[in-house]
Protein backbone atom coordinates (compact mmCIF):
# COMPACT_ATOMS: atom_id res chain seq x y z
CA UNK A 1 0.00 0.00 0.00
CA UNK A 2 1.73 3.15 -0.96
CA UNK A 3 0.93 6.44 0.60
CA UNK A 4 -2.45 6.97 -1.06
CA UNK A 5 -4.30 9.90 -1.30
CA UNK A 6 -6.63 8.52 1.21
CA UNK A 7 -4.26 7.89 3.51
CA UNK A 8 -2.37 9.89 5.97
CA UNK A 9 1.74 10.65 5.09
CA UNK A 10 3.27 8.93 8.13
CA UNK A 11 6.62 9.98 6.93
CA UNK A 12 5.64 13.83 7.60
CA UNK A 13 6.87 14.94 10.90
CA UNK A 14 3.96 17.25 10.91
CA UNK A 15 1.30 14.69 10.72
CA UNK A 16 2.27 14.05 14.77
CA UNK A 17 1.98 17.29 15.67
CA UNK A 18 -2.06 16.35 16.56
CA UNK A 19 -2.13 12.85 17.69
CA UNK A 20 -0.47 9.26 16.50
CA UNK A 21 -2.50 8.14 13.70
CA UNK A 22 -3.04 4.62 14.91
CA UNK A 23 -5.55 4.53 12.56
CA UNK A 24 -3.83 4.00 10.16
CA UNK A 25 -1.14 1.36 11.09
CA UNK A 26 -4.34 -0.35 12.18
CA UNK A 27 -5.24 -0.48 8.09
CA UNK A 28 -1.71 -1.51 7.03
CA UNK A 29 -1.72 -4.18 9.30
CA UNK A 30 -5.06 -5.72 8.31
CA UNK A 31 -4.82 -4.61 4.39
CA UNK A 32 -0.93 -4.51 3.61
CA UNK A 33 1.19 -5.49 6.68
CA UNK A 34 4.58 -5.14 4.41
CA UNK A 35 3.91 -1.76 2.57
CA UNK A 36 5.71 0.07 -0.13
CA UNK A 37 5.62 3.69 1.01
CA UNK A 38 6.23 6.68 -0.81
CA UNK A 39 8.39 9.49 0.80
CA UNK A 40 7.04 12.95 0.00
CA UNK A 41 10.33 14.20 0.78
CA UNK A 42 11.96 12.68 -2.66
CA UNK A 43 13.56 10.40 -0.97
CA UNK A 44 13.69 6.41 -2.70
CA UNK A 45 10.81 4.95 -0.37
CA UNK A 46 11.01 2.03 2.23
CA UNK A 47 9.17 -1.01 2.85
CA UNK A 48 6.75 -0.11 6.28
CA UNK A 49 6.84 -3.71 8.61
CA UNK A 50 3.51 -2.96 10.97
CA UNK A 51 2.75 -6.43 12.13
CA UNK A 52 4.36 -7.61 15.23
CA UNK A 53 5.55 -10.46 14.64
CA UNK A 54 7.28 -8.73 11.62
CA UNK A 55 8.92 -6.42 13.42
CA UNK A 56 10.17 -8.70 15.41
CA UNK A 57 11.31 -11.28 12.56
CA UNK A 58 13.29 -8.27 10.81
CA UNK A 59 14.91 -6.84 14.68
CA UNK A 60 16.37 -10.47 15.04
CA UNK A 61 17.70 -11.13 11.67
CA UNK A 62 20.82 -8.66 11.11
CA UNK A 63 22.01 -10.92 8.12
CA UNK A 64 18.91 -10.08 6.34
CA UNK A 65 18.10 -6.94 7.48
CA UNK A 66 21.10 -4.91 8.30
CA UNK A 67 21.75 -1.84 11.06
CA UNK A 68 24.81 -0.54 9.01
CA UNK A 69 23.48 1.90 6.76
CA UNK A 70 21.80 3.81 9.04
CA UNK A 71 18.75 3.57 11.40
CA UNK A 72 16.69 6.84 10.46
CA UNK A 73 14.05 7.08 7.36
CA UNK A 74 17.13 9.42 5.58
CA UNK A 75 19.27 8.29 2.84
CA UNK A 76 22.95 8.70 3.50
CA UNK A 77 25.82 8.01 1.60
CA UNK A 78 28.42 6.21 2.26
CA UNK A 79 30.86 8.97 3.99
CA UNK A 80 27.60 10.25 5.80
CA UNK A 81 26.74 6.59 6.75
CA UNK A 82 30.78 6.00 8.01
CA UNK A 83 31.09 9.92 9.95
CA UNK A 84 27.33 9.21 11.59
CA UNK A 85 27.68 5.77 12.76
CA UNK A 86 27.19 5.07 16.65
CA UNK A 87 26.51 1.29 18.11
CA UNK A 88 23.47 1.93 16.88
CA UNK A 89 24.31 1.73 12.92
CA UNK A 90 26.48 -1.28 13.85
CA UNK A 91 25.92 -5.17 13.52
CA UNK A 92 27.53 -8.24 15.36
CA UNK A 93 30.35 -8.78 15.54
CA UNK A 94 31.20 -5.04 16.30
CA UNK A 95 28.21 -3.96 17.88
CA UNK A 96 28.55 -6.64 20.20
CA UNK A 97 32.15 -5.73 21.27
CA UNK A 98 31.14 -2.60 21.52
CA UNK A 99 28.32 -3.09 23.51
CA UNK A 100 30.62 -5.25 25.86
CA UNK A 101 32.61 -2.19 26.23
CA UNK A 102 29.87 0.17 27.34
CA UNK A 103 27.09 -1.95 29.07
CA UNK A 104 29.04 -2.10 32.00
CA UNK A 105 27.50 0.88 34.02
CA UNK A 106 23.57 -0.19 32.63
CA UNK A 107 23.36 -4.21 33.65
CA UNK A 108 20.32 -5.04 35.62
CA UNK A 109 22.72 -5.65 38.99
CA UNK A 110 24.52 -1.78 38.39
CA UNK A 111 21.22 0.04 38.00
CA UNK A 112 19.83 -1.59 41.11
CA UNK A 113 21.97 -0.10 43.08
CA UNK A 114 20.72 2.92 41.42
CA UNK A 115 17.56 3.29 43.46
CA UNK A 116 18.07 5.44 46.08
CA UNK A 117 19.99 7.71 43.67
CA UNK A 118 17.23 8.14 41.35
CA UNK A 119 14.54 8.39 44.32
CA UNK A 120 16.48 11.20 46.34
CA UNK A 121 16.79 12.88 42.81
CA UNK A 122 13.11 12.32 42.14
CA UNK A 123 12.31 13.80 45.47
CA UNK A 124 14.67 16.97 44.53
CA UNK A 125 12.25 17.36 41.73
CA UNK A 126 9.51 17.75 43.09
CA UNK A 127 10.42 19.89 46.28
CA UNK A 128 12.01 22.57 43.91
CA UNK A 129 8.50 23.42 42.66
CA UNK A 130 7.98 24.32 46.25
CA UNK A 131 4.18 25.25 46.76
CA UNK A 132 3.11 25.37 43.19
CA UNK A 133 0.39 24.21 41.90
CA UNK A 134 0.44 25.24 38.19
CA UNK A 135 3.16 24.12 36.42
CA UNK A 136 4.48 22.72 33.09
CA UNK A 137 4.95 19.06 33.64
CA UNK A 138 8.07 18.38 30.93
CA UNK A 139 9.91 21.58 31.83
CA UNK A 140 9.83 20.94 35.50
CA UNK A 141 9.05 17.21 36.17
CA UNK A 142 9.94 15.09 33.52
CA UNK A 143 12.61 16.51 31.67
CA UNK A 144 14.46 17.31 35.35
CA UNK A 145 14.90 13.48 37.20
CA UNK A 146 16.68 11.95 33.77
CA UNK A 147 18.95 15.45 33.20
CA UNK A 148 20.24 15.03 36.89
CA UNK A 149 20.76 11.17 36.54
CA UNK A 150 22.58 12.30 33.51
CA UNK A 151 24.83 14.06 35.56
CA UNK A 152 25.58 11.70 37.99
CA UNK A 153 26.24 9.01 35.82
CA UNK A 154 28.39 10.95 33.34
CA UNK A 155 29.73 12.82 37.16
CA UNK A 156 29.13 16.61 35.29
CA UNK A 157 28.76 19.59 36.82
CA UNK A 158 25.10 20.88 38.21
CA UNK A 159 25.56 23.80 36.50
CA UNK A 160 26.30 22.27 32.89
CA UNK A 161 23.72 19.86 32.86
CA UNK A 162 20.91 22.19 31.79
CA UNK A 163 22.86 23.54 28.64
CA UNK A 164 23.86 19.72 28.11
CA UNK A 165 20.16 18.65 27.73
CA UNK A 166 19.42 21.86 25.41
CA UNK A 167 21.93 20.92 23.00
CA UNK A 168 20.31 17.09 23.06
CA UNK A 169 17.24 18.54 22.17
CA UNK A 170 18.47 20.17 19.40
CA UNK A 171 19.79 16.88 18.12
CA UNK A 172 16.76 14.92 18.63
CA UNK A 173 14.78 17.74 17.91
CA UNK A 174 16.18 18.12 14.46
CA UNK A 175 12.91 18.19 12.89
CA UNK A 176 11.15 20.53 15.28
CA UNK A 177 11.75 24.44 15.33
CA UNK A 178 10.85 24.65 19.08
CA UNK A 179 14.64 23.15 19.35
CA UNK A 180 16.57 24.52 16.63
CA UNK A 181 17.65 26.68 13.62
CA UNK A 182 18.82 23.79 11.59
CA UNK A 183 15.54 21.88 11.40
CA UNK A 184 16.15 19.26 8.98
CA UNK A 185 13.00 19.21 6.49
CA UNK A 186 13.04 23.15 6.61
CA UNK A 187 16.51 24.46 6.24
CA UNK A 188 19.85 23.30 4.02
CA UNK A 189 21.56 21.24 6.58
CA UNK A 190 24.16 19.55 3.83
CA UNK A 191 27.09 21.61 4.97
CA UNK A 192 26.59 19.22 8.39
CA UNK A 193 25.59 16.28 6.50
CA UNK A 194 28.89 14.71 8.50
CA UNK A 195 27.65 15.07 11.86
CA UNK A 196 25.35 13.41 13.97
CA UNK A 197 21.60 14.73 13.29
CA UNK A 198 23.20 16.72 10.39
CA UNK A 199 23.38 19.68 13.30
CA UNK A 200 26.54 21.89 14.22
CA UNK A 201 25.14 21.47 17.71
CA UNK A 202 27.15 18.08 17.49
CA UNK A 203 30.37 19.93 16.92
CA UNK A 204 29.60 21.92 20.78
CA UNK A 205 28.97 18.02 22.24
CA UNK A 206 32.36 16.84 21.17
CA UNK A 207 34.41 19.05 22.48
CA UNK A 208 32.44 19.16 25.52
CA UNK A 209 32.92 15.60 25.40
CA UNK A 210 36.54 15.66 24.91
CA UNK A 211 37.58 18.13 27.30
CA UNK A 212 35.61 15.89 29.76
CA UNK A 213 37.59 12.80 28.66
CA UNK A 214 40.85 14.43 28.77
CA UNK A 215 40.27 15.44 32.87
CA UNK A 216 39.64 12.17 33.70
CA UNK A 217 42.65 10.57 32.06
CA UNK A 218 44.49 12.97 34.04
CA UNK A 219 42.68 12.39 37.13
CA UNK A 220 40.43 8.86 37.39
CA UNK A 221 36.98 9.15 39.00
CA UNK A 222 34.33 6.78 39.59
CA UNK A 223 31.52 7.68 36.90
CA UNK A 224 30.78 6.44 33.73
CA UNK A 225 33.32 7.99 31.47
CA UNK A 226 36.00 7.25 33.67
CA UNK A 227 34.96 3.51 33.41
CA UNK A 228 34.58 3.32 29.71
CA UNK A 229 37.95 4.89 29.29
CA UNK A 230 38.95 1.91 31.17
CA UNK A 231 40.30 -1.14 28.97
CA UNK A 232 38.39 -4.43 30.09
CA UNK A 233 39.77 -7.52 31.21
CA UNK A 234 41.09 -8.40 27.80
CA UNK A 235 42.57 -5.17 27.42
CA UNK A 236 40.01 -3.77 24.51
CA UNK A 237 39.63 -0.39 24.35
CA UNK A 238 37.13 2.49 22.80
CA UNK A 239 39.06 5.13 20.59
CA UNK A 240 37.98 8.87 21.07
CA UNK A 241 35.28 9.35 17.92
CA UNK A 242 33.74 6.21 19.75
CA UNK A 243 33.46 7.60 22.67
CA UNK A 244 32.85 11.14 21.82
CA UNK A 245 29.94 9.48 19.98
CA UNK A 246 28.42 7.64 22.57
CA UNK A 247 28.67 10.49 25.29
CA UNK A 248 26.80 12.82 22.15
CA UNK A 249 24.01 9.42 21.96
CA UNK A 250 24.06 9.42 25.90
CA UNK A 251 22.60 12.85 26.44
CA UNK A 252 20.39 13.19 23.14
CA UNK A 253 19.00 10.03 23.36
CA UNK A 254 18.95 9.39 26.84
CA UNK A 255 17.37 11.69 27.97
CA UNK A 256 14.21 13.03 25.67
CA UNK A 257 12.93 8.96 25.42
CA UNK A 258 12.48 9.03 29.45
CA UNK A 259 11.27 12.49 29.73
CA UNK A 260 8.76 11.78 26.78
CA UNK A 261 7.71 8.42 28.52
CA UNK A 262 7.04 9.75 31.73
CA UNK A 263 4.90 12.59 30.60
CA UNK A 264 2.51 10.03 29.00
CA UNK A 265 2.68 8.79 32.24
CA UNK A 266 1.10 11.73 33.47
CA UNK A 267 -1.28 11.86 30.92
CA UNK A 268 -2.55 8.58 31.31
CA UNK A 269 -2.74 9.83 35.10
CA UNK A 270 -4.86 12.97 34.20
CA UNK A 271 -7.45 11.22 31.71
CA UNK A 272 -7.34 8.07 34.08
CA UNK A 273 -7.27 9.62 37.86
CA UNK A 274 -7.96 6.32 39.52
CA UNK A 275 -4.87 4.28 37.95
CA UNK A 276 -3.20 7.82 39.70
CA UNK A 277 -5.35 6.84 43.10
CA UNK A 278 -3.88 3.25 42.99
CA UNK A 279 -0.09 4.24 42.86
CA UNK A 280 -0.07 4.56 46.10
CA UNK A 281 -0.92 1.28 47.05
CA UNK A 282 0.15 -0.72 44.46
CA UNK A 283 3.46 -3.44 45.17
CA UNK A 284 6.46 -2.95 43.10
CA UNK A 285 5.44 -5.83 41.41
CA UNK A 286 2.04 -4.01 40.38
CA UNK A 287 4.00 -0.44 39.73
CA UNK A 288 6.43 -2.30 37.58
CA UNK A 289 3.76 -3.71 35.39
CA UNK A 290 2.35 -0.07 35.11
CA UNK A 291 5.70 1.38 33.81
CA UNK A 292 5.60 -1.36 31.03
CA UNK A 293 2.19 -0.47 29.80
CA UNK A 294 3.07 3.14 29.98
CA UNK A 295 5.92 2.20 27.79
CA UNK A 296 3.97 0.17 24.99
CA UNK A 297 1.22 2.88 25.17
CA UNK A 298 3.72 5.80 24.59
CA UNK A 299 5.89 3.83 21.91
CA UNK A 300 8.57 7.16 22.14
CA UNK A 301 10.40 5.50 19.65
CA UNK A 302 8.60 5.28 16.63
CA UNK A 303 10.70 3.09 14.26
CA UNK A 304 13.97 2.16 13.31
CA UNK A 305 15.00 1.38 9.32
CA UNK A 306 16.88 -1.56 8.45
CA UNK A 307 18.78 -1.89 5.25
CA UNK A 308 17.77 -5.05 2.95
CA UNK A 309 21.14 -7.06 2.93
CA UNK A 310 20.09 -10.41 1.33
CA UNK A 311 17.27 -10.43 -1.08
CA UNK A 312 14.07 -11.89 0.86
CA UNK A 313 10.05 -12.53 0.75
CA UNK A 314 7.94 -11.40 3.23
CA UNK A 315 3.88 -11.88 3.69
CA UNK A 316 4.49 -11.97 -0.70
CA UNK A 317 6.34 -9.20 -1.04
CA UNK A 318 10.24 -9.12 -2.43
CA UNK A 319 12.05 -6.94 -0.48
CA UNK A 320 15.17 -6.79 -2.37
CA UNK A 321 18.87 -6.30 -1.25
CA UNK A 322 19.55 -2.46 -1.10
CA UNK A 323 15.89 -1.70 0.18
CA UNK A 324 15.25 0.32 2.75
CA UNK A 325 12.90 -1.43 5.64
CA UNK A 326 11.28 0.59 8.41
CA UNK A 327 10.11 -1.35 11.72
CA UNK A 328 7.22 0.39 12.60
CA UNK A 329 7.22 -0.38 16.97
CA UNK A 330 4.17 2.27 17.59
CA UNK A 331 2.07 -0.02 14.90
CA UNK A 332 3.54 -3.44 16.73
CA UNK A 333 2.88 -2.29 19.71
CA UNK A 334 -0.68 -2.26 18.78
CA UNK A 335 -0.99 -5.12 17.26
CA UNK A 336 -4.41 -7.07 17.70
CA UNK A 337 -2.81 -10.12 16.87
CA UNK A 338 -0.39 -10.20 19.87
CA UNK A 339 -2.42 -7.54 22.26
CA UNK A 340 -5.72 -7.95 24.11
CA UNK A 341 -7.17 -4.86 23.52
CA UNK A 342 -4.87 -2.99 22.49
CA UNK A 343 -6.00 0.45 22.20
CA UNK A 344 -6.92 0.52 25.69
CA UNK A 345 -4.75 1.18 28.46
CA UNK A 346 -4.92 -1.56 30.88
CA UNK A 347 -2.16 -0.94 34.24
CA UNK A 348 -2.44 -4.73 34.98
CA UNK A 349 -1.60 -5.56 31.61
CA UNK A 350 -0.01 -9.01 31.45
CA UNK A 351 1.87 -10.56 29.86
CA UNK A 352 3.09 -7.00 27.56
CA UNK A 353 5.87 -8.75 25.65
CA UNK A 354 6.21 -4.99 23.94
CA UNK A 355 9.08 -3.96 21.51
CA UNK A 356 9.79 -0.42 23.11
CA UNK A 357 13.27 -0.17 23.26
CA UNK A 358 13.85 -2.45 20.81
CA UNK A 359 13.08 -5.68 23.11
CA UNK A 360 14.26 -9.31 21.74
CA UNK A 361 16.74 -7.55 19.71
CA UNK A 362 20.77 -7.35 19.84
CA UNK A 363 19.93 -3.29 19.71
CA UNK A 364 17.73 -3.27 23.31
CA UNK A 365 18.50 -0.11 24.39
CA UNK A 366 21.13 0.14 26.98
CA UNK A 367 19.20 2.34 29.17
CA UNK A 368 16.25 0.53 29.37
CA UNK A 369 17.07 -0.68 33.22
CA UNK A 370 17.50 2.86 34.21
CA UNK A 371 14.88 4.15 32.12
CA UNK A 372 12.17 2.12 33.76
CA UNK A 373 13.71 2.52 37.56
CA UNK A 374 13.23 6.19 36.82
CA UNK A 375 9.92 6.00 35.73
CA UNK A 376 8.60 3.91 38.07
CA UNK A 377 10.46 6.10 40.79
CA UNK A 378 9.05 9.17 39.60
CA UNK A 379 5.61 7.54 40.01
CA UNK A 380 5.64 6.66 43.42
CA UNK A 381 6.95 9.60 44.26
CA UNK A 382 4.55 12.01 42.66
CA UNK A 383 1.42 9.76 44.38
CA UNK A 384 2.94 10.42 47.37
CA UNK A 385 3.34 14.23 47.01
CA UNK A 386 0.09 14.84 44.97
CA UNK A 387 -3.66 13.44 45.78
CA UNK A 388 -4.42 14.55 42.18
CA UNK A 389 -2.63 15.50 38.90
CA UNK A 390 -5.02 17.49 35.92
CA UNK A 391 -4.71 19.59 33.02
CA UNK A 392 -4.56 23.03 33.23
CA UNK A 393 -4.23 23.51 29.49
CA UNK A 394 -3.88 22.00 25.73
CA UNK A 395 -0.99 20.21 25.59
CA UNK A 396 1.42 20.59 22.53
CA UNK A 397 3.26 17.61 20.65
CA UNK A 398 6.19 17.07 19.38
CA UNK A 399 6.84 17.73 15.42
CA UNK A 400 8.60 14.33 14.40
CA UNK A 401 7.85 11.51 12.95
CA UNK A 402 11.13 9.51 14.86
CA UNK A 403 10.15 10.23 18.43
CA UNK A 404 6.50 10.25 20.21
CA UNK A 405 6.33 13.13 22.91
CA UNK A 406 4.51 15.90 24.46
CA UNK A 407 6.80 18.80 24.64
CA UNK A 408 4.40 20.56 26.85
CA UNK A 409 1.91 19.67 29.32
CA UNK A 410 0.54 22.49 31.95
CA UNK A 411 -1.22 20.77 35.13
CA UNK A 412 -2.40 21.18 38.46
CA UNK A 413 -1.71 19.36 40.82
CA UNK A 414 -3.24 18.95 44.49
CA UNK A 415 -0.63 18.50 47.16
CA UNK A 416 -1.30 15.92 50.07
Known amino acids: ?16 VERVPHEVFARMRAESPVAWTEEADGGRGFWSLTKYEDVLFASRHA ?4 SRFGIRMEDMDAEE ?6 MMEMDSPEHTRLRRLVSRPFTPRVVADYEEVVRNLAR ?6 GARTEFDFVQHVARELPMKMLGRLLGLPDNDLDWLVSRGDALIG ?7 DYVVDQTDTSDYRLLPFRSPVALELFEYAQIALEERRMVPTSDVLTALIEPNREGDSLDDMTLKNFFTLMVAAGNDTTRYTTTAGAQIFIERPEIFAALATMDDAQRKTLVDEVLRWSTTTMHFRR ?11 TLRKG ?7 VSANFDEEQFDRPNEFLAERTPNDHVAFGLH ?8 HLARLELRVMFEEMAKAWSSIESAGPAERFRSNFISGTKRLPVHVTWR
Open 124 to 129: EVIANL
Open 81 to 86: TEARRT
Open 361 to 368: SAHLCLGA
Open 63 to 66: ELFS
Open 323 to 329: DKVVLWY
Open 307 to 317: TVVEETELRGQ
Open 1 to 16: MANDSHLIDITSHDTY
Open 174 to 180: NTDPDFT
